[in-house]
């Protein structure tokens, strides 16, 4: 019983952070892509 619920919120932890980084990587991605823009000009 115990096995099971502590699958159960592994599950349920790594979904989370598969959806946190489907969310955060785009901006992520954007931010690196601007700031190496940014250093490209400047040189």
Do not use: G, Q
Not at 15 to 40: E, G
């Amino acid at each position: 019983m115990m096995v099971w619920t502590l699958n159960k919120l592994l599950m349920a932890l790594l979904i989370t952070v598969t959806r946190l980084c489907v969310l955060f990587l785009p901006d992520l991605a954007l931010l690196s892509n601007a700031s190496t823009k940014n250093y490209k000009n400047e040189n």
